[in-house]
Nanobody, 115 residues
């Protein structure tokens, strides 16, 4: 069974920081593209950041320069460092692993940015 467990979400004021973690099990972690998606109420799920098996990162324009994605293959974990958070970053954040036709999702962790 493949499991992705997210942690690190919470409530933060604008300008603050959070670090999300996603621990994977049941997959050959190093083969997969790891990604973070988010979904706000009434909106479609969108890609926030992804990192390839070769550790090449990609970011949505809305988070570029503020968020950093990284992976630790030894720990089968992907991270999302979120700095200078804005109210529009409020969403449920989902971890995703992708390789060929394989696509797995975590349960999500809530991030709320509010004063």
């Amino acid at each position: 069974q493949v499991q992705l467990v997210e942690s690190g979400g919470g409530l933060v004021q604008p300008g603050g920081s959070l670090r999300l973690s996603c621990a994977a099990s049941g997959v050959t972690f190093s083969l997969y593209v790891m990604g973070w998606y988010r979904q706000a109420p009434g909106k479609q799920r969108e890609l926030v950041a992804a990192v390839t098996s070769g550790s090449r990162p990609n970011y949505a324009d809305s988070v570029k320069g503020r968020f950093t994605i990284s992976r630790d293959n030894a720990k089968s974990t992907v991270y999302l460092q979120m700095n200078n958070l804005k109210p529009e970053d409020t969403a449920v954040y989902y971890c995703n692993v992708h390789w060929l036709s394989y696509n797995y999702w975590g349960q999500g962790t809530q991030v709320t940015v509010s004063s």
